[in-house]
């Protein structure tokens, strides 16, 4: 059963791509150019890859496996980098360093080019929330909200630059956000009825997309260190039902491997939401699973590998919503040539 499940999600897989691919390629035969953006948050990096696929060449100036809070390039790394871009969008200001350091070097002359930040994608709806009256900054890529305001603001400054392309590139975002939508709808019927908590602030703009209350945050920043405290609220909290689900994501139980065994050990149900990597939809269609997990697994946890399991309904709805979209894509470009 496993094995069929696998085949038909990398069947749907190929024919999505294979029609997204013929669809992108008839976008770029009108022009060869190509827009370079500097992005400095591997989350935003993989955004803009899947909402404009082949469309944008995009560098994520934080390298593979290093900490975004902590990684600084020396002067001369970070003017190439500024130097090659057409467009700079971070998640800041006041979020990372090497953020705020860009926006010191273009206030001083440095370079001069477009550099996108939070102030821009307020301009799209995107709001910031606030745990404990502190303003969180972490996750918002991962969002429906935040993807979309992030897209439209990139959308405009690409047009800017190059505004022939700006009707091509407006269908390939609306097909990105009409299937992002369409899974975000499944996933706040998903779990509408849970009493949700976060383990961390990464996934705070999600779930406040979905509509749905968050009872309780137990970590102010990723970066915090678990306390004995903390477990102990995890596990009174769970007990007293102050909530019946907790959502991790993959970096925390990454950064903090025991945490799993002690949510197991303590009966305390969870949903491991893997955002490493991944996209908003992708994020989103991992919560479609909660529907079938919720009713399926009887233990007081689930685990990631039952996740994608009772999920697959939620990726073959996804897989053929993106199908459509590419398809129609497809006949709206061949019509306007």
Known sequence: MAARVSLMIVVLLLVTLIVTSSATSCILEASDERINVLVTQPAIAVLLRSAFPGDLNVECLIPPGADPHEYEPSLSDLLRSLERADIVVTSGPRHLAVEDRILELKAKGYFNKPVLTLDDYKKYGLRI????????????????????????????????????????????????????????????????????????????????????????????????????????????????GTYDLLLITDIALKKDPKLEDYLKENKIKYLRIDVLGRCSLDVYSELVGARYLSNSINEGYVSSHDTYAYAFWGSLVINLVLLGIALALVRKIRKGF
């Open 129 to 240: 929330l606030e745990i404990n009256g502190k303003e969180n900054y972490h996750g918002i890529a991962f969002s429906y909200n935040g993807s979309r305001a992030i897209i439209l603001a990139t959308l405009d400054a690409v047009s800017y630059i190059l505004p022939e392309e700006r009707e091509s590139l407006e269908r390939v975002a609306e097909g990105y956000l009409s299937a992002l939508w369409t899974v975000l709808l499944s996933a706040k019927e998903a779990i509408n009825e849970r009493k949700i908590a976060l383990y961390s602030p990464a996934l705070q703009y999600v779930v406040n997309d979905l509509g749905v209350d968050v009872e309780k945050i137990y970590l102010e920043d990723p970066e915090q260190a678990i306390t004995q405290e903390v477990l102990s609220s995890i596990k009174r909290d769970y007990d007293s």
